[in-house]
């Protein structure tokens, strides 16, 4: 090219020895070709390079560059200078920044930037145990379930493995009633075995996800099982899964609620699974509410007859309280819920069912999950607040 266009008289072809290309970190390193050969005349040409360093020359390379002087290097950085690749700049924004409980928010990293031009990752922690990547996606989205002030930050990350970091403060007050505003939101899925397992999962089918701040009850019914042993849950975003109650009976059967408050959002299709000591069948539902975080208090019992009871859970702690009622029905009939109760969708596999109702309370009180139906019975009744 330079003999058939008189262009780049002073341009090489040769390794250029930077310090690691793989890391973007562009410093020349002793022996490079562009130390001291640059054309320092050039149209932009400055005295410093992308550090601030000022250009030196290096007694050891004779001057081959061009220009007022003949010994600035090649490319960004001058040999010698003491600089390296810049650190990214990280800036945040969160919206909404106040608000009262249950609170979404979106956190956005986007004008952040780096001096090299380095793509970047990126990771958020919202300041209550919820981290979200590192990831490519600039934004990311949490729901705070409990009031406080949350410290927002991110830290951006370019190819150089240099880093940056801002932050952010959320403030969220209570809902009405000073505890938040509790809720039921929709079941998740469903799912049943009638083979011998010792785990079983959920897929969830809802389009919408399982928002990230809310909290999942899944209630298990077992059979072919033993009456101790543990009962747990994990998720494929990594989220966790603890008992609320358990209850037994002597004839291998068992249900177990167990709670978790998502720190990271699922979508469809994310699977939560459940992990339990060997049992011939299984079924399992999955409920989705808001504005809680923990149980409160726990009743659970067992039977057969005409009626099921769980027995009282002792009076609850806060005058705004979720209270969740499950029964597994063993060859019988379909439960029905007394007064009082929000039923959902009994789960049917041949005569096993699984039933869930609800109640939102206003006052302090203690309360029992009772209801008709017929054939042995296991029930349980957890208050979330």
Known sequence: MQSATGQEQQGRQAD????????????????????????????????????GAARTDDPTVANTGIGPRAY?????????????????????????????????????????TDPQGQPLTYTFTFGDGTTVGPQASATASH??????????????????????????????????????????????ATNYSTGTHTSGYLAVWRTQGVVAGDLAVLSVQLTGASPTGTVSGTDDAGNTYAVGQDVADGAGNRLVVLY??????????????????????????????S???????????GGSGSAYASGSTGVTSAAKEFV???????????PAWASGWTGLTTYAVGTNYLGRAYQITSATNSFNATGTASGSWLAVCVTFE
């Open 324 to 334: 969740f009622g499950t029964v597994a029905v063993y060859a019988g009939t379909t």
């Open 291 to 301: 504005g809680v975080t923990a149980p409160d208090r726990q009743a659970g019992a």
């Open 72 to 112: 600035d290097d090649r490319g960004a950085y001058e040999f010698g200078g003491g600089g390296g690749p810049l650190p990214p700049t990280a800036a945040l924004t969160v919206s909404p920044s106040s608000g009262t409980a249950p609170l979404p928010v979106t956190a956005d990293a986007s004008g952040s």
């Open 260 to 289: 978790g408050v998502l720190h990271t959002s699922l979508v469809p299709n994310n699977r939560i699974t459940v992990s339990f000591p060997s049992a011939a069948t299984y079924r399992i539902t999955g409920d989705e509410l």
């Open 143 to 188: 729901t705070y379930g409990a009031p406080g002030s949350y410290p927002v930050s991110v830290t951006v990350t370019d190819t150089a493995n240099l880093s940056g970091s801002a932050q952010q403060s959320v403030t969220v007050s209570a809902g009405g009633g000073g505890g938040g505003n509790p809720a039921y939101v929709s079941q998740i």
């Open 16 to 51: 250029p020895r930077f310090v690691n290309p793989a890391g973007f970190d562009l410093r020349p390193q002793e022996g490079s070709p562009a130390i001291d050969s640059a054309d320092s005349g050039a149209s932009g040409a400055q005295a410093t390079d992308v550090t």
